[in-house]
Antibody
Framework: DVDLVESGGGLVHPGGSLRLSCAAS????????MNWVRQAPGKGLEWISY????????YYAESVKGRFTVSRDNAKNSLFLQMKSLRDEDTAVYYC?????????????WGHGTTVTVSS | IQMTQSPSSVSASVGDRVTITCRAS??????LAWYQQKPGKAPKLLIY???SLQSGVPSRFSGNGSGTDFTLTINNLQPDDFATYYC??????????FGPGTKVNI
């Protein structure tokens, strides 16, 4: 089965750092571009980062630019999000999501999410 | 590009037809997707390309529109359809923007 499994979330103090991981299985990970999307408690979805299949192209939302770094290891079928200088407003469930090859513009596979809580 | 959705919530009954509207602040062509999200769960892709039904999604879901105005229609609402629905534009891909969501209540 096609699957994405996030890990690495937890409680962190403001100003701290955290590294999220997303393990992919059941598909050719190296041929898909990927995203990180987050959802603050009780709020809507916010796209925060994109990485192309080869890592050649990377984009960030303004809200995280300069603080978050996305990367991937295609040999290990893994996606990462390094988060630093965390703020209260970064508290959210973080999802990794695949850009579908047959669903242009749509993210067709999502992980279950990992929760990040930024609090003192 | 900013996305708006209306209504923000709607109350409906099993068997009803529900229509949700999504509007973009500027034209996005047909680069519009719809997702369903249930509490505590990840979003699920329903529609891409404004009107293409994702594999495995029931045919009671349909999408329409282009440019700035889009609709998601759910015919014969089923108990499993009570959820929050988000539109998402990808005309500015890969900088994706989601709408604020519409909650479909019983």
């Amino acid at each position: 089965d096609v699957d994405l499994v996030e890990s690495g979330g937890g409680l962190v103090h403001p100003g701290g750092s955290l590294r999220l991981s997303c393990a992919a299985s059941g598909f050719s990970f190296s041929t898909y571009s990927m995203n990180w999307v987050r959802q603050a408690p009780g709020k809507g979805l916010e796209w925060i980062s994109y990485i192309s299949d080869s890592s050649a192209t990377i984009y960030y939302a303004e809200s995280v630019k300069g603080r978050f770094t996305v990367s991937r290891d295609n040999a290990k079928n893994s996606l990462f999000l390094q988060m630093k200088s965390l703020r209260d407003e970064d508290t959210a469930v973080y999802y990794c999501a695949r850009n579908g090859s047959e669903t242009p513009g749509g993210m067709d596979v999502w992980g279950h999410g990992t929760t990040v809580t930024v609090s003192s | 590009i900013q996305m708006t959705q209306s209504p923000s919530s709607v109350s409906a009954s099993v068997g009803d037809r529900v229509t949700i509207t999504c509007r973009a602040s500027q034209g996005v062509g047909s680069w519009l997707a719809w997702y369903q999200q249930k509490p505590g769960k990840a979003p699920k892709l329903l529609i891409y390309g404004a009107s293409s039904l994702q594999s495995g999604v029931p045919s009671r879901f349909s999408g329409n529109g282009s440019g700035t105005d889009f609709t998601l229609t759910i015919n014969n609402l089923q108990p499993d359809d009570f959820a929050t629905y988000y539109c998402q534009q990808s005309n500015s891909f890969p900088r994706i923007v989601f709408g604020p969501g519409t909650k479909v209540n019983i």
